[in-house]
T-cell receptor, first 113, second 116 residues
């Protein structure tokens, strides 16, 4: 059974640009959550989608958005990139309404220059 | 507010020895799950062990066990017979049932180094 796949693994963008990250959950999983990991702030919850609906959103500006497709794949978009958006972005998938076990991808390392 | 505190930023242990990582949390919820995740240099978060808050029995997974004290809101991880492959960042996390969403609250992590 394939794990959670995040693409791309590495990304370098310039301030002001926008970026789209992709996450393919484990087959059959309907929940996808996104997290931002930085040395200073640790792991912070961005948002979660379940069956194409956003169920919860963390405390991030509106520049951060996401969506989920009917096949449960999810994308995260960040517009007008800032230097502070440099981080490891992790996604997690779960088959449950409440994640009794969340499976993580290897993350996308975004560097904003 | 839901918070998780890991008071040990770094720890080290000799190979084959035992080490305990501390975690405390704060929540007004009564039903929740607690987790320990491991993040090796490969960056992928791997679930080490989980505990249901309504279960009094401490969870055990091979060399990994927890000491869950619900009243004290404490959830420590004990690693026995430490191995070099245990070197990683360890994150304590929990998820309350009431949010109706999969939102894990993480601690700041403990970097564990196993010394040969």
């Amino acid at each position: 059974k394939a794990g959670v796949t995040q693409t791309p693994r590495y990304l370098i963008k310039t301030r002001g640009q926008q970026v789209t990250l992709s996450c393919s959950p484990i087959s059959g999983h309907r929940s996808v959550s996104w997290y931002q990991q930085t040395p200073g702030q640790g792991l912070q919850f961005l948002f979660e989608y379940f069956s194409e609906t956003q169920r919860n959103k963390g405390n991030f500006p509106g520049r951060f958005s996401g969506r989920q497709f009917s096949n449960s794949r999810s994308e995260m978009n960040v517009s007008t990139l800032e230097l502070g958006d440099s981080a490891l972005y992790l996604c997690a998938s779960s088959s449950q309404v409440t994640a009794t076990e969340a499976f993580f991808g290897q993350g996308t390392r975004l560097t904003v220059v | 507010a839901q918070t998780v505190t890991q008071s040990q930023p770094e720890m080290s242990v000799q190979e084959a020895e035992t080490v305990t990582l501390s975690c405390t949390y704060d929540t007004s919820e009564n039903n929740y799950y607690l987790f320990w995740y491991k993040q090796p240099p490969s960056r992928q978060m791997i679930l080490v062990i989980r505990q249901e808050a309504y279960k009094q029995q401490n969870a055990t997974e091979n060399r990994f066990s927890v000491n869950f004290q619900k009243a004290a809101k404490s959830f420590s991880l004990k690693i026995s017979d430490s191995q070099l492959g245990d070197t990683a960042m360890y994150f304590c996390a929990f998820i309350p049932f009431s949010t109706g969403a999969n939102n894990l609250f993480f601690g700041t992590g403990t970097r564990l180094t196993v010394i040969p």
